[in-house]
């Protein structure tokens, strides 16, 4: 797949988690530049993304399900450096007991270490 078909993929994510979460298209539409806003809202829609694609289980992030996807989904080039960032980040969901915010902060994690390779809808 390439990044552009990966991108088209996970849109599907998208579409069936703004109404489902009610959040405003502008307060999402920049995270895949890093534009993570400290939103109730923002952070469960991050965390429906996940959930569509099946990477949580048990209120969070899933380190084999996670590699699935990645393994499935993402183009050859992207797959080592997604999975670094991915490991770096893996933890700190831990720091949060609400799955909305643990994985919201994983994710603006996983950006920070690799923007280049980060994929979001």
């Known amino acids: 797949m390439t990044r552009a078909q990966l ?3 996970l849109t599907v994510a998208k579409k069936q ?3 489902k979460i009610g959040v405003s298209e502008d307060k999402i ?3 895949e530049k890093g534009e993570f806003i400290e939103d109730p809202k923002v952070m469960c829609f991050v965390t429906c993304v996940y959930k569509t694609f099946q990477v949580i289980k048990d ?3 899933d380190r084999d399900m996670i590699s699935k996807q990645v ?3 993402y ?3 992207m797959k ?3 999975t670094r960032a991915i490991d770096q980040c893996f933890d700190l969901q831990y720091k949060y007991s609400d799955v909305c915010e643990a994985v919201f902060y994983a994710a603006k994690c996983m950006y920070e270490k690799d923007p280049p390779n980060f994929v979001f809808p």
């Open 7 to 9: 991108k088209k993929t």
């Open 17 to 19: 988690c703004v109404p």
């Open 29 to 31: 539409a920049n995270i």
């Open 59 to 61: 209120g969070r992030l």
């Open 71 to 73: 393994n499935a989904l």
């Open 75 to 77: 183009p050859n080039d």
């Open 80 to 82: 080592e450096p997604v």
